[in-house]
């Protein structure tokens, strides 16, 4: 079985986006299957989003704003509910990953439920790295969630997955997460439902600026913590969360 294109529909969260997803966009001029880019920031991710949409009318992309914040985790849901193809992913929009990456994780699901981007197996290419501070928390944060949640995966927080629809969709309803632990749970949900996700190696290239600082990691276990206890985090906690990002801790 081969993986078409076409099938393939690629979502984007986007919070306050404006000033760089405009690099990331060129890359999907010549992509043949639907773009869903989720918009749920205060600046104008959305102008330029469907500025870039007029200027390539026979690329498949689709602009959804929306007045509140949904979360990292509630903008990828958002549009994994919205795919309509046979196959759906989620990627950053801050360039870290090209869509011919997105394309090779696709060509994945011939034979597995789920494929997930690594940074850390063996084959990965990461030019350019987190900071060394950062590589600790990275590790550190993969300890807690291969003890708590049990899942073998050496990188959760890799902005770029993709799954089949009708799978993936099938284990939304059972995911809580509406922030940046959002991944975790997901493929916590497909492992405890049978499904099987595949680690694969990434090319990726860490970007500054980042949406994650070390306020919001400290969150992020309190959601794990929540979510292995059943119990939500709120959209007001997210929002509350996120108000005091920095640009000196990245994910």
């Given at each position: 079985?081969?993986?078409?294109?076409?099938?393939?529909?690629?979502?984007?969260?986007?919070?306050?986006?404006?000033?760089?997803?405009?690099?990331?966009?060129?890359g999907?001029?010549?992509?043949?299957?639907?773009?869903?880019?989720?918009?749920d920031?205060?600046?104008?991710?959305?102008?330029?989003?469907?500025?870039?949409?007029?200027?390539?009318?026979s690329?498949?992309?689709d602009c959804?704003?929306y007045?509140?914040?949904l979360?990292k985790?509630?903008g990828?849901a958002?549009?994994?509910?919205?795919?309509e193809?046979?196959?759906?992913g989620?990627?950053?929009a801050?360039?870290?990953?090209?869509?011919?990456?997105?394309?090779?994780?696709?060509?994945?699901?011939?034979?597995?439920?789920g494929?997930?981007?690594?940074?850390?197996?063996e084959?990965?290419?990461v030019?350019?790295?987190?900071?060394?501070?950062?590589?600790?928390q990275?590790?550190l944060?993969n300890?807690?969630?291969?003890?708590?949640?049990g899942?073998?995966?050496r990188?959760?927080?890799?902005g770029a997955?993709?799954?089949?629809?009708?799978?993936v969709?099938?284990?939304?309803?059972?995911?809580?997460?509406r922030?940046?632990?959002?991944d975790?749970?997901?493929?916590w949900q497909?492992k405890?439902?049978?499904?099987?996700?595949?680690?694969?190696?990434?090319?990726?290239?860490d970007?500054?600026?980042s949406?994650?600082?070390?306020?919001?990691?400290?969150?992020?276990?309190?959601?794990?913590?929540?979510?292995?206890?059943?119990?939500?985090?709120?959209?007001a906690?997210?929002?509350?969360?996120?108000?005091s990002?920095?640009?000196?801790?990245?994910?």
């Amino acid at each position: 079985m081969t993986v078409s294109e076409e099938e393939c529909t690629i979502i984007i969260p986007a919070y306050n986006e404006a000033n760089r997803i405009g690099g990331l966009l060129k890359g999907f001029a010549a992509y043949r299957g639907p773009v869903i880019v989720v918009c749920d920031g205060d600046d104008d991710t959305a102008g330029v989003v469907r500025a870039f949409a007029q200027k390539h009318p026979s690329c498949r992309m689709d602009c959804r704003e929306y007045p509140e914040r949904l979360g990292k985790g509630g903008g990828v849901a958002a549009g994994l509910i919205e795919a309509e193809t046979l196959y759906v992913g989620f990627m950053d929009a801050d360039g870290s990953t090209t869509v011919p990456e997105m394309q090779r994780l696709f060509a994945t699901l011939a034979d597995t439920d789920g494929a997930i981007g690594s940074r850390w197996i063996e084959g990965a290419c990461v030019p350019v790295r987190q900071s060394m501070g950062r590589q600790v928390q990275s590790r550190l944060f993969n300890i807690f969630v291969r003890i708590v949640f049990g899942l073998p995966y050496r990188d959760t927080q890799c902005g770029a997955k993709v799954f089949r629809t009708k799978v993936v969709q099938t284990v939304l309803p059972s995911v809580l997460s509406r922030g940046f632990e959002f991944d975790v749970e997901l493929l916590w949900q497909m492992k405890k439902q049978g499904y099987e996700v595949r680690e694969v190696p990434i090319r990726w290239k860490d970007q500054p600026d980042s949406r994650v600082s070390s306020t919001t990691g400290v969150a992020m276990l309190k959601g794990l913590v929540q979510v292995r206890l059943g119990r939500p985090v709120s959209v007001a906690e997210i929002s509350q969360n996120e108000q005091s990002v920095t640009k000196t801790t990245p994910k």
